[in-house]
Structures are given as C-alpha cells and as structure tokens.
C-alpha cells in the first residue's frame, strides 16, 4: 500500500503544473499514510475535524516541517484551537468568523494563511459566501489585518457535468481578479483552492493553485 501511494504521488504530481500545490486530504486516514506521503515529498496535508488531526498530529511531532490546512467547516468555538493546530484555514466561510479568527490570532502571535469560501452556485449543503454576500463584507474583512487572507477556496455543488462544475471554478477565478484589481491592502487575491480528485484537471484549467486531493491519492475513505 505505502508504495502505491508513492506511486501515485509521483503520477499526479507529474502530471499538475509545478506552481499548483498538492494538498494531500488525509481526514479519515492513519498516520501511516500520512508518513508514506510524507516520505514521497508531500509536505502540505489536509484535514476537516479538528480533534482528528489534533490526535494525528500528536504523533507526528518527529515531522516539523509539515504545513497543515484546515479545509472543514470550522464552528467559531473551535477557531482557536484551528489556530493553533493549522497555519492554512481555506474554509473561512463567514464575516464574524473571520473577525473571530483576526482576534484570536492576534492574541495568539500567529499569522494564519486564509482563503474565503465561495458559492458560486446555491447549494444547501456548502457554507461559504455567495458573491452577493462577499462583496459588501470586503471592507471588514479588510480590516482583519492580523488574518493573511490570500485568496478564495470554492467547492462546486455535487452532481454538476463537467461544463458547469467548470464553469464555477472559472467564476470563481473571475471573481478573485475583479476583487484582485480593487486593491484592498489586506486582501490578496494570489491563491485559488478549488479541485478534488473529480474535478481537479478542471479546477487546474481555471486556475486553480491549489488542489485538494484524498481519494485519488490514498483510495476510496471508509
Ligand atoms: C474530503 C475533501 C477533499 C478531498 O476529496 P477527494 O474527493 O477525496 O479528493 C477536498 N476538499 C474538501 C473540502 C474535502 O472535505
């Protein structure tokens, strides 16, 4: 098993543009697994519970220089212990979160690297904001200075063809440009989040520059 995830490591890492980063979903994975990408050059992971990966990362303080992302919903109670566990967070979803999170950070000496989810499309099961929503909130999100924001994170609604799940990542990219060239001080536009092991090869084409990768690295979560 450990040498077919190097395997596929190695295959679709070849096969993305070098300025894409790889961040290697292993919520529902052991460390073991997590310690094999780790030895096939992974160095970015991501997980979506926070006391899941409090428990993995426990035992894998012998890896310092993993850089973790949370990419779950994250519930304002547990903001600070993302804080202390993530220094990427792509799932800031809401104004007061953010806020709580700017606040927390600051207390806390970090700098957390954010990206704010989008909706491109209405969807019931996804939080993030719509873009309706996040236009009129730019002007506080831009006074949470202590939250590195760099960018938007986007999860297409499931079910969708190709066209259109292509057609989100691309809106999603068009909407980072436009608030791009609105030059906020503190909010940069460089990092898009955006494709899972479905769609991945369409978020690349919109742009993404980071892709979230699980099932086609490590198979299918029990
Ligand atoms: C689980 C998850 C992924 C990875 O999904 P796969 O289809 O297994 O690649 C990516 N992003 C988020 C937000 C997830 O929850």
């Not at 290697?24 to 050059?41: D, S």
């Not at 906020?184 to 991945?200: N, P, V």
Request: aromatic share 6%.
């Amino acid at each position: 098993m450990i040498s077919s995830i190097n395997e596929r490591i190695t295959q679709i890492r070849a096969s993305l543009p070098p300025s894409v980063r790889l961040i290697a979903v292993t919520k529902q994975m052991p460390t073991e697994v997590i310690r094999a990408a780790y030895a096939a050059g992974v160095r970015d992971f991501g997980e979506n519970r926070i006391q899941e990966a409090a428990s993995k990362q426990a035992q894998l303080h012998d890896l310092p220089d993993i850089t973790w992302h949370f990419i779950g919903h994250l519930q304002a109670n547990k903001a600070k212990k993302a804080l202390e566990q993530f220094q990427w967070i792509h799932s800031v979803d809401n104004l007061k979160l953010a806020q709580r999170l700017d606040q927390l950070a600051q207390q806390l000496g970090v700098n957390p690297q954010v990206c704010l989810q989008v909706k491109i499309l209405p969807d019931p099961n996804k939080s993030g904001w719509s873009v309706p929503e996040l236009l009129p909130d730019l002007p506080a999100l831009n006074q949470c200075k202590t939250l590195q924001i760099q960018g938007l994170m986007t999860i297409p609604p499931f079910g969708l063809n190709d066209a259109k799940i292509f057609h989100v990542f691309n809106s999603t990219s068009k909407l980072a440009k436009d608030i791009a060239e609105q030059n906020w001080d503190h909010i940069h536009m460089d990092q898009l989040s955006m494709g899972m092991s479905g769609d991945y090869q369409l978020a690349v084409q919109a742009g993404a520059t980071m892709v979230r990768l699980g099932t086609i690295l490590f198979g299918q979560r029990t």
